[in-house]
Every structure is written in structure tokens, then in C-alpha cells.
């Protein structure tokens, strides 16, 4: 019954209709500023390096696959696993290894890992070996959030390429055109609102907009933070403001509204105030008293203590210094 599921659903993927963007022809501009992200006009994606390639890594390794193997022999080389979803050792001993065993006339097979900080310690191991036992006849493309959970034996063995997040400028523009596109208001303060609850995520960005639009007839500030459950940052630096000022009852009566009305997760609560502790007109001395309370809430949030006792406690040791 497995065989017959997994032959029907390679057939509706088959037959799906996918759509893949192409770059046609490339503009070179000549700048000393080193430059991260281009835009492809027309589309929604980004490209980066020297040939520019899809920055969403799915599309990015399916890319290379067409590439390599053309339009009709790319899906029978090409192995995509979320690791998030299968990550035991079983995966890269049976599906990986099979797949790598086989081959259909190419010089060599692709094997795509999305999340590959997701698996364990056992099958990275596991996926070392693999690696260097099918090295003539297989090439593995790993992606991750994290690189740090991704073995050094692993790391040694692959070409590391970085993105970083895209600028407010990027975003903002991109924002915008997607708007005019889709026929969607949307104010200054809104555009401003959906970067800085963003950033630098454009696929958050877009999701936001998509949301907010449903909300009104037009995408302003209030409709974005409302949706994206995100602290307009004056609340945060009111709140901020007021625990080092020693008045500890407002400063966590804006916390409680955070928390309950706005309905904020404590997590998101401290990567707000991490992101914003040098905006705030606060002393150096304030500001590494802060980032030192967060840096302790944040551990022990993460450890799994309650979030509202911890930030209160971030609160109250603000309010304590002299």
C-alpha cells in the first residue's frame, strides 16, 4: 500500500504545473560597495554571486538540478528530503545511501537537505560517511539556519556560501511594488511598519501584507502590528524607559499589555528588545545593563523557565540599578 501512495503522489508532482523563473539577460553595474542581493525584475525572488542564482534555496537547488540534467531528466537525479521532517539516522542510511547507490546515465546525482541543522548528531555522522563513500557519483547540497549544528567534518567537506538579510531599503521597495501589483493601498507608515516587523525576512514581509490587506481597504501601521503580533517600538522603549527610571509598575503594566492583549510571545518580546537596545537614547552604561539582562532572560527562557516571570525580573533588575 506504501508503494502505491508513494507512486501516486510522484505522479500529482509530475504532472503539477511548476513554474521556475529564468534569468534572459544581466545588467553589470561597476560600484566599490560589495553587493549582496540584485532583484530580478518581474519577479518576486532575489539573486546572488557572480551567476546569478534563485536566492530561495529550494528553487535555488532545483535550479541547479535543471541545469545539470535538463527539463526532462532533472527529477529522476534529484533527491529533495526536509531533514526537519525526517531526521534519524534511518533516513541517510536507507533513502540517501539507496538513491546514491542507483544511477540513470548521469555523471553524478543530487541529493538536497533542507534544514539540515535538523538532524541529529547520529545521522550527520551517518551523512559524513555517505558523503565520502559516493563522492565520484553524488554531490550533496545542505541548507540550513544554523551552520554551527552542522558538524565540522560535514562543514570541511562543502562549500560554505552566506546570505545575509536583505536591507530595509530592499524590502521597503520590493514592498511597494508588490502593492502597486496587487492593487493594495498601503501608507508610508504601513510600508515602514511591515520592514521593521520584517527584518529583513521579505517572505515575512509579504506574508504580513497579504494578511493586513484582508484586515481594511487600506494597509496602514495600525493594521500591520495588529496582524504580526509586533511592539510598535515606542511601546518597547516606553517600557524600557520607565524600569530604568526605577517606575517598575508601568514598565510592567506595558509588559502585561504585550503580553496579553497584543498577544506577543515572551521570545518575541526579547528579540525586539535586542534589536532595538542601541535606538533607544539610552547611556552606554544603560545599554550594556540591558543587554546583559537580556542575554540572562533570553537563556533561561529558552531553557524553558515562564517567559512572563523572566521579563518581569528583566524589569525589576532595571529598575534596580543605580
Known amino acids: ?92 542510511r536507507d533513502r540517501i545511501k539507496g538513491f546514491a547507490r542507483s544511477s540513470f546515465g548521469g555523471d553524478f546525482r543530487i541529493v538536497f537537505l533542507d534544514e539540515a541543522d535538523s538532524l541529529t548528531d547520529d545521522a550527520q555522522s551517518a551523512l559524513r560517511r555517505t558523503m565520502e563513500q559516493f563522492s565520484d557519483n553524488t554531490r550533496f547540497i545542505l541548507s540550513c539556519n544554523y551552520s554551527s549544528k552542522i558538524i565540522d567534518p560535514i562543514q570541511s567537506r562543502c562549500a560554505v556560501f552566506r546570505f545575509s538579510p536583505l536591507s530595509d531599503e530592499a524590502v521597503a521597495a520590493q514592498t511597494r511594488e508588490i502593492a502597486a501589483a496587487e492593487g493594495i493601498e498601503v501608507t508610508d507608515a504601513g510600508v515602514d511598519a511591515l520592514v521593521y516587523a520584517a527584518d529583513g525576512d521579505m517572505r515575512r514581509a509579504i506574508n504580513s501584507l497579504q494578511a493586513a490587506a484582508t484586515t481594511g481597504d487600506v494597509v496602514d501601521e495600525e493594521a500591520v502590528y495588529a496582524i504580526t503580533a509586533t511592539a510598535r517600538p515606542e511601546e518597547i522603549e516606553s517600557m524600557v524607559t520607565n524600569a530604568l527610571e526605577g517606575d517598575f509598575s508601568r514598565a510592567r503594566a506595558t509588559l502585561d499589555t504585550l503580553l496579553t492583549e497584543t498577544g506577543m510571545a515572551g521570545g518575541d518580546v526579547i528579540d525586539q528588545l535586542h534589536r532595538s537596545v542601541w535606538e533607544f537614547d539610552l547611556s552606554e552604561r544603560e545599554a550594556v545593563a540591558l543587554m546583559e539582562r537580556i542575554g540572562e532572560a533570553d537563556y533561561r527562557i529558552a531553557e524553558g523557565a515562564n517567559e512572563q516571570v523572566q521579563l518581569e525580573s528583566l524589569l525589576a533588575s532595571l529598575s534596580l540599578e543605580e
Open 1 to 92: 500500500m506504501e508503494t502505491v501512495e508513494l507512486l501516486d503522489k510522484a505522479s500529482r508532482i509530475a504532472n503539477a504545473d511548476l513554474l521556475y523563473d529564468e534569468v534572459e539577460t544581466v545588467e553589470r553595474v561597476d560600484t566599490d560597495e560589495r553587493v549582496y542581493d540584485l532583484t530580478v525584475p518581474g519577479t518576486r525572488n532575489y539573486v546572488a554571486g557572480e551567476n546569478p542564482t534563485v536566492m530561495h534555496n529550494t528553487t535555488a537547488a532545483t535550479a541547479i538540478a535543471r541545469q545539470v540534467y535538463g527539463d526532462d531528466n532533472w527529477r529522476g537525479n534529484f533527491l529533495e528530503l526536509n531533514a526537519s521532517d525526517q531526521r534519524g539516522i534511518d533516513v541517510v
